[in-house]
């Protein structure tokens, strides 16, 4: 990582340095040993809520195995999509561990999507059913797309898709990605609970609240389904942390901090960790009518184990913009 300047990625930069989904998938299952062993450096992540339900987010991590630094700032804003503008923003900067200076900033909205649905195509390897055929998507927009790249990287038996939208034109749009993309049977759901009901997956992907608005209900969850709430405890009723079987993470402190600080008031027990589970030191899914809750609060690690993986590809095709120090 020596150059004489700061290489600018830009979004398109970002898609076109060619790392594909298996390639991060793989990366963040070796990040997460990493982590498991606390060879890593990554605080508890600060923000800020300039405006309601709207939030800055620093990030930052350093993986001593990797010999790569860096820090993500990224920003969720609810109001965004009504002014042509996306939900989640930011921007990721890697640093020279040798020296601190910075070597790359880029674009990290792509970089974000990804390694989401990554962590939960994780979680769902080793929380979910083997015999999983049917996924639950409610909230249509970037994450409910790269969730279903992920999960079609580990499942291949996936037959249908029920989808539901609060927003009628993103859930056509998006049954039209998936009829266009997968060999996956799709339904447009008329509410939450027919896209919940009946699914062995159920992913969540609705904007985090400062407060939250409760619409998903637990008991519509049927035995042996795995819930991923990626919008915190914003979207779904208390008993879907207080009463599933097993309930896990992807970062237990932090996860300790947030319900410390006024969120997931209802959690009684953290079953797990999802390194622990990746290394064998705790198991998974136990029994097959189990519903497990995993609740995954993002990791700086991996944005920035994955932000790498870009800024290498991009330097071998000569991708962005070099700018002086």
Request: proline letters at 5%.
């Amino acid at each position: 990582m020596k150059q004489s300047g700061i290489l600018y990625l830009s979004a398109k930069d970002v898609e076109n340095s060619g790392l594909s989904m298996i390639e991060i998938i793989s990366s963040v299952e070796d990040i997460l040993k990493e982590k498991y062993f606390k060879r890593i450096e990554m605080p508890p992540k600060p923000g800020i809520h300039p405006r309601s339900d709207a939030f800055i987010h620093a990030m930052p991590a350093f993986i001593p195995r990797m010999d790569i630094a860096g820090i993500k700032w990224i920003a969720g804003y609810l109001q965004n999509p009504e002014k042509g503008l996306p939900y989640i923003s930011g921007i990721l900067v890697l640093n020279d561990p040798e020296t601190g200076l910075p070597i790359s900033v880029m674009d990290a909205s792509w970089i974000t999507a990804k390694r989401t649905a990554a962590i939960t195509a994780l979680s769902a390897k080793h929380l979910a059913r083997k015999d999983l055929e049917s996924i639950g998507i409610v909230g249509c927009g970037v994450q409910a797309r790269s969730h279903l790249e992920a999960l079609s990287v580990i499942f291949k038996g996936i037959k249908k898709v029920r989808a539901y939208d609060i927003v009628k034109e993103k859930l056509f749009l998006y049954a039209d990605y998936v009829r266009s993309n997968f060999n996956y049977d799709v339904i447009e759901s008329t509410d939450p609970k027919e896209a919940i009901c009946g699914s062995d997956i159920i992913i969540t992907a609705t904007p985090i609240l400062s407060k939250p608005k409760p619409i998903a209900k637990f008991e519509w969850v049927k035995k042996g389904s795995l819930v991923c709430p990626i919008e915190f405890d914003s979207y779904w009723d208390s008993n879907t942390f207080s009463k599933p079987d097993r309930l896990f993470t992807d970062d237990v402190m932090q996860l300790k901090y947030y319900k410390k600080i006024g969120r997931f008031k209802a959690i009684k027990r953290i079953h797990g960790e999802l390194s622990e589970i990746i290394m064998g030191v705790k198991k998974g899914r136990i029994n097959e009518a189990h519903r497990i809750t995993v609740v995954n609060l993002g990791l700086a690690l991996v944005d920035v184990a994955v932000a790498s993986q870009i800024y290498e590809k991009a330097v071998k095709k000569n991708l962005g913009v070099l700018l002086p120090y």
